[in-house]
């Protein structure tokens, strides 16, 4: 069974704090996905990532950073949290060659005061 | 440019009624593939299915069942006798082939009420 991993489900921080929200992934994936959720919006990509230590922006990398250092492991980095960051964060992974489905981790949901 | 498109915000129906979740996409490719995922409550989004833009083929596995239409642009799910446990968010997605990005359609919430 495929699993993903976020470190955590539940997340409160406060405005201009540095948050890093962390994602594993068991199976060997070399493609990893940051998104965010907004109620009406559906799920829109934050940054994606092909390769250890590649990574290509999404349509709404701003505000957000992110680093992949090993295979297993994505990172995204919100280097000033601000409150419209409110949300709901899903990382995902997925085979490399072609287009297939994605694999989803539960999900943090991080409030920012 | 793509676009995924489920213009039902939210359905309820009492168990045991069938249920279609309407999809309609844009894209310019000719090949592209079409997927359906489950959120339930837990907040994990699982996969359906996923079809490509040369099978037209409509799918069904137990009570689910897919209508792929590309004169109209759509891929419609629909659930037969439906039950408490399909309550959930239902999304429709669209990746072009040889990209990365998949564009996620809104989502529909589907409440079953026993």
């Known amino acids: 069974d495929v699993k993903v991993t976020q470190s955590s489900r539940y997340l409160v921080k406060r405005t201009g704090e540095k948050v890093f929200l962390e994602c594993v992934q068991d199976?060997?994936?070399?493609?990893m996905f940051w998104y965010r959720q907004d109620p009406g919006l559906g799920l829109r990509l934050i940054y994606f990532?092909?390769?250890?230590?590649?990574?290509e922006k999404g349509d709404i990398p701003e505000g957000y950073s992110v680093s992949r250092e090993k295979k297993e492991r994505f990172s995204l980095i919100l280097e000033s949290a601000s409150t419209n960051q409110t949300s709901m964060y899903l990382c995902?992974?997925?085979?490399?060659?072609?287009?297939?489905?994605?694999?989803f981790g539960p999900g943090t949901r991080l409030t920012v005061l | 440019a793509q676009k995924v498109t489920q213009a039902q915000t939210e359905i309820s129906v009492v168990e045991k009624e069938d249920v279609t979740l309407d999809c309609v996409y844009e894209t310019r490719d000719t090949t592209y593939y079409l997927f359906w995922y489950k959120q339930p409550p837990s907040g994990e989004l699982v996969f359906l299915i996923r079809r490509n833009s040369f099978d037209e083929q409509n799918e069904i596995s137990g009570r689910y069942s897919w209508n792929f239409q590309k004169s109209t642009s759509s891929f419609n799910f629909t659930i037969t006798a439906s039950q408490v446990v399909d309550s959930a968010v239902y999304f429709c997605a669209l990746s072009e082939s040889g990209g990365f990005k998949t564009i996620f359609g809104a989502g529909t919430r589907l409440f079953v009420k026993a």
């Open positions: 199976m060997d994936h070399e493609n």
């Open positions: 995902a992974s997925s085979y490399p060659v072609g287009v297939h489905e994605q694999f």
């Open positions: 990532s092909y390769d250890v230590k590649m990574k």
